[in-house]
């Protein structure tokens, strides 16, 4: 499968803790694009690269958040001291790096803070 | 905020023609129209896009009108496995996907 991968698929935690997601995206992609889901609503962007470097990040990023994407290939999000809010689908997309590609998107990692 | 409107549900029967209406009528001349769908648990799969010509794919075939200030997307002969959230996205070249609510497309037997 050569899609984008996201690991882990679940995640329960208790509040206060910290986790970490990984995303994988399509190997010839060079932007990769982290949203937030609730339930009944459709995804919000959080923040995105174009290879290492971070380009925008959604004022819904908190301090508590952070991304990296070391070397251009996987990405990481994780979230400090997590709150019941944080709560969501967190989704991995990728795309080429051309004004009107398409972004493709991973199964997401589901958090869930107890 | 999404640039959208959709109503918010539609069904259809099975083998028929699924026709999906958006509204876009503050659509920019640089900007594209996104189809994506997400089923229940998955993450939002990309369809078809357009900028004012229409597009035909293999999932789907995108209708934009001339003066661009709507479209829709058809689904030529619906399946179950088409019941699923569809979001209508006006995006600018390069940037974020703003998603609305979509509209939830039953198809029933």
């Known amino acids: 499968d050569t899609g984008v991968s996201q690991d882990p698929r679940h995640k329960i935690t208790k509040r206060g803790q910290n986790v970490t997601f990984r995303c994988d995206p399509i190997s010839e992609h060079n932007r990769l694009y982290w949203y937030r889901q609730t339930l009944g609503q459709g995804p919000e962007f959080l923040t995105y690269f174009q290879n290492e470097a971070q380009l925008e990040k959604s004022r819904l990023l908190s301090d508590r958040f952070s991304a990296e994407r070391p070397k251009g290939s996987f990405s990481t999000l994780e979230i400090q001291r997590t709150e019941q809010g944080d709560s969501a689908m967190y989704l991995c997309a990728s795309s080429f790096d051309r004004s009107n590609q398409p972004q493709h998107f991973g199964d997401g990692t589901r958090l869930s803070i107890l | 905020d999404a640039k959208t409107t959709q109503p918010p549900s539609m069904d259809c029967a099975e083998g028929r023609a699924a026709n999906l209406p958006c509204n876009h009528s503050t659509i920019s001349g640089n900007e594209y129209v996104y189809w994506y769908r997400q089923i229940h648990s998955q993450g939002p799969q990309y369809i078809i896009h357009g900028l004012k010509n229409n597009e035909t794919n293999e999932m789907a075939s995108l209708i934009i009108t001339e003066d661009r200030k709507s479209s829709t997307l058809i689904l030529p002969h619906a399946t179950l496995r088409d019941t699923a959230v569809y979001y209508c996205?006006?995006?600018?070249?390069?940037?974020?996907?703003?998603f609305g609510k979509g509209i939830t497309l039953s198809v029933r037997p």
């Open positions: 996205i006006v995006r600018p070249p390069g940037s974020r996907l703003t």
